[in-house]
């Protein structure tokens, strides 16, 4: 089956470029660098489809990663309006007690009011701990997803390139 090829079309390229065009032309045996600027065209249409879907794929993966950290942030601030409020209510168990101190300057004396907090609420000691454990685990899933997604990419490269 013959085809008329009436349309003509120009393009300047650079050396690289053609240097490229080349390469292919001899990989797949084209007569021409015409036949090969065919070939090229021909493919990118064909799989115009694909990258349309790699990139809903990376909007997906993306919206996934940004929501991830969304939650990261949140479950931080929770944690620290939390431990604020335990510190809060320490400090005002420790000022009502009316305990004498020997802390004259207010960075000693707020050293000392906080580490008596601390001593007097554990559950802040236990939130951050369970806080960190949580942030390492998010961390962790984080850490997977990506290598996934490299091993994913690299696969899908090495596949277009073996083409």
């Known amino acids: 089956m013959t085809t008329t090829k009436d ?3 120009y393009t300047r390229t650079t050396p690289q470029e053609t240097r490229w065009l080349d390469d292919l032309r001899v990989r797949h045996n ?3 660098r015409s036949e090969a600027i065919r070939y090229c065209i021909q493919r990118t249409i064909e799989e115009e489809s694909d990258a349309i879907g790699s990139r809903r794929y990376f909007s997906r993966t993306m919206n996934a990663r ?3 950290v ?5 479950m931080h601030g929770e ?3 939390v431990a604020l409020t335990e510190l809060f209510s320490a400090l005002l168990v420790l000022l009502n007690e009316g305990e004498e101190t020997d802390a004259t300057e207010p960075e ?3 050293l ?3 580490q008596k907090a601390y001593a007097q609420s554990p559950n802040t000691q236990q939130m951050f701990r369970t806080l960190q454990r949580n942030l390492e685990v998010q ?3 984080l850490a997977k997803t990506k290598r996934k997604q490299r091993q994913k990419s690299t696969t899908e490269e090495q596949a277009v390139t073996s083409e």
């Not at 969304?70 to 949140?74: D, G, T």
């Open 79 to 81: 944690t620290q309006f």
């Open 30 to 32: 084209f007569s021409s």
């Open 70 to 74: 969304i939650k990261m942030v949140e």
């Open 108 to 110: 000693k004396m707020r």
């Open 112 to 114: 000392e009011v906080i």
């Open 139 to 141: 961390r962790e899933k």
């Open 7 to 9: 349309d003509r079309h």
């Open 66 to 68: 940004i929501d991830e």
